[in-house]
């Protein structure tokens, strides 16, 4: 493994822990459904980049569930971030027209 691998991993890591941190911290002063889903999207996002990480060191293959040749757990796990902020914007779009 070289330094730029090394800087790779550690950088993700770093800012994941940081970004789902503040969201755990925002999620305890907060009880808004929009803002409730962006931080459960925050931390799917990290469970993706720690998933993917341990691909990288050969823990999660992944090889039991399969689609085609994408594993099953990587397939959801890249998706349902994006899943969360869609879900998020939709309740902001929909408060913002209801009114």
């Given amino acids: 493994m070289d330094i730029g691998e090394i800087l790779y991993i550690s950088s993700r890591l ?42 990288l060191f050969g823990i999660a293959t992944g090889t039991a569930l399969l689609v085609g040749s994408v594993p099953i757990p990587a397939l959801i796990l890249s998706n349902l971030p994006t899943g969360f902020f869609i879900a998020a914007f939709l309740v902001m779009v929909i408060r913002k027209f209801h009114r």
């Avoid at 925002?26 to 808004?32: H, I």
């Avoid at 409730?36 to 999207?41: A, R, S």
């Fill in 14 to 55: 770093f800012l994941g822990s940081l970004a789902s941190f503040l969201a755990i911290m925002l999620w305890s002063k907060t009880r808004d459904v929009a803002w409730m889903l962006m931080v459960i999207g925050t931390i799917a996002a990290y469970a993706d980049i720690v998933y993917s990480i341990l691909g």
